[in-house]
């Protein structure tokens, strides 16, 4: 009697179980299938975001293609509207030397030529050559302005160590003197112990044409005490690069146009400048020391760049 008794409490005890582990299987069984029924959604997501990621570089491919198309638009448009006036003058000029000698060698033909008519046309025509001389200058220099803010670093370079707060310097004074009419203040903060190895002729440009943009356009309007501030300081996370942050106090541009800045031929004053400074900051800033320019403006309080730059001694 009691080992009926046992054999009915284990019995109850084993099918018990036996349920237990029949539900245990089936939650197992329900879990697996909601994970399989997870990983063919993620498997469809992960298909979804790669075809969205391949949309995304195809997209900004275009936009780069696009903005390329633009500046190179931009730059047709812009190079032929400052050639437009010098050819102009010119073809009109030669036009009209043309004609002259075309009537000087009729009179000769019927001897009616004195000496003082032919003193009077040879000093118009060196004054004409001259303007077409001085005309065609001006669409040289455009384009040879041009060619060198797309150039290169150049491959036969000299790098040497260079003292950067005397280069500012230098390059300062040198501009300044072309700009009498300027009361022009600079200065120059370069930190302890900051050392940098770099192309110099390079390095001579950059300076160069970030200062003469500060004179010819921040400072073309009148300006109070007009200065320039530049510091150097070596770059924290990196020993072979640095950091320099250029301000004037100009009268600084539109945040619309900060996307034109280094877009070639552009320019913010109507003058006879041809806008090509910063487009070749901005090709020595990347092309000749692998760095980086930050536009720092805001209207009628200055213009400022903070370019971080890589030594050249690699």
């Given at each position: ?109 019927l001897n009616k030529i004195s000496k003082r008519r032919l003193n009077e046309f040879i000093e118009d025509m060196e004054n ?187």
């Open positions: 009697m009691k080992l009926r008794n046992i054999v009915k409490i284990l019995k109850k005890k084993v099918d018990a179980r036996t349920k237990e582990l029949r539900k245990t299987n089936y939650d197992l069984e329900d879990a697996l299938s909601e994970l399989e029924e997870q990983k063919e959604t993620l498997l469809d997501t992960n298909i979804k975001l790669e075809s969205s990621i391949n949309e995304i570089h195809a997209t900004r491919k275009k936009l780069v293609e696009t903005e390329k198309l633009a500046s190179l638009r931009h730059v047709a448009i812009g190079l032929a509207h400052r050639m437009n006036t010098p050819i102009g003058n010119a073809k009109t000029l030669t036009s009209h030397i043309i004609k002259a000698v075309k009537l000087l060698k009729s009179d000769f033909a004409e050559n001259s303007s077409v001389l001085h005309n065609l200058d001006s669409c040289a220099e455009m384009i040879s302005k041009l060619k060198k803010s797309y150039s290169r670093v150049d491959s036969m370079s000299i790098v040497s160590d260079i003292n950067l707060h005397d280069l500012f310097y230098k390059e300062f004074t040198a501009i300044s003197n072309e700009y009498p009419q300027l009361d022009c203040k600079i200065n120059i903060n370069v930190k302890d112990k900051v050392q940098f190895t770099a192309d110099l002729t390079n390095m001579q440009k950059l300076a160069r044409e970030l200062i003469v943009n500060s004179f010819s356009h921040a400072f073309s309007e009148k300006i109070e005490d007009p200065y320039i501030h530049v510091s150097v300081s070596q770059t924290s996370t990196e020993q072979d690069a640095i950091t320099i942050l250029y301000l004037d106090n100009g009268k600084g541009i539109n945040y619309q146009d900060e996307k034109d800045l280094f877009t070639p031929m552009y320019t913010s004053s109507l003058t006879s400048k041809f806008g090509l400074g910063l487009p070749m900051v901005y090709a020595i800033v990347q092309d000749a020391f692998g760095g980086e320019i930050e536009v720092i403006s805001e209207l009628d309080k200055g213009l400022g760049f903070k370019i971080h730059l890589h030594s050249n001694s690699m």
